[in-house]
């Protein structure tokens, strides 16, 4: 059975740094394919893919925020961290990790999500 | 990279069927067989319901199919039920390897 699970701070200053954990189990971050991403949806808005790490090491980042972005695992936990820097209310929003299965199956497997408010 | 373009919202009564639209460009939608959609009830996670076009995760309602033309992807829903009532997403890979998703198109259940 595959789960996962996000954690961090629900609330953090503007231009501070967020750094939230995704925790997993079921499934190896050395598996060929696999991969996890991490997902944010602002209150009433669309979901937006912020960053994937694969198996393999391999990064992705969506291009307008790359510069503010890392995202690293830690296979022997079973935990990927993404970290965002200069945080601004505009990225107040529920974060959702999910499993990805190479480029053919996404999200066939989230966690329950965390909301995240930038405020001072 | 913008978000793919869907309809805000789309409404059937129960029993009907619906299409939602999803448009890319060639750069996503219309060169990669890499669309998924999901299902997203209020304040639950998106569920997903079709990937690579028009497969369905086992226990996925076979009411839900998918099919792509061009740069636009649609989903199907046959004999609409209130639980059907949820937000809709779709995504595409863009070749960067990175997930695009659209803007998301509220069904509702008359």
């Known amino acids: 059975q595959i789960t996962l699970t996000e954690s961090g701070p629900t609330l953090v200053k503007p231009t501070e740094t967020l750094t939230l954990s995704c925790t997993f189990s079921?499934?190896?971050?050395?598996?060929?394919?696999?991969?996890v991403g991490w997902i944010r949806q602002p209150p009433g808005k669309a979901l937006e893919c912020l960053a994937l790490?694969?198996?393999?090491?391999?990064?992705r980042y969506i291009p307008y925020l790359e510069s503010r972005l890392t995202i690293t695992k830690d296979t022997s936990k079973n935990l990927v961290v993404l970290t965002m820097t200069d945080m601004d209310p505009a990225d107040t929003a529920t974060y959702y990790c999910?499993?990805?299965?190479?480029?053919?199956?996404?999200?066939?497997?989230w966690g329950p999500g965390t909301l995240v408010t930038v405020s001072s | 990279q913008s978000a793919l373009t869907q309809p805000a919202s789309v409404s059937g009564s129960p029993g009907q069927s619906i299409t939602i639209s999803c448009t890319g460009t060639?750069?996503?939608?219309?060169?990669?067989?890499?669309v998924s959609w999901y299902q997203q009830h209020p304040g639950k996670a998106p569920k997903l319901i079709i990937y690579?076009?028009?497969k369905r995760p086992s226990g996925v309602s076979n009411r839900f199919s998918g099919s792509k033309s061009g740069n636009t992807a649609s989903l199907r829903i046959t004999g609409l039920q209130a639980d059907d009532e949820a937000d809709y997403y779709c995504?595409?890979?863009?070749?960067?390897?990175?997930?695009?998703f659209g803007r998301g198109t509220k069904v509702t259940v008359l």
């Open positions: 060639t750069s996503d939608v219309g060169s990669y067989y890499l």
């Open positions: 790490i694969y198996w393999d090491d391999d990064k």
């Open positions: 995504s595409s890979y863009a070749g960067s390897k990175i997930l695009l």
């Open positions: 079921g499934f190896s971050l050395t598996t060929d394919g696999v991969g």
């Open positions: 690579e076009v028009k």
């Open positions: 999910a499993h990805t299965l190479g480029v053919t199956q996404f999200g066939a497997y």
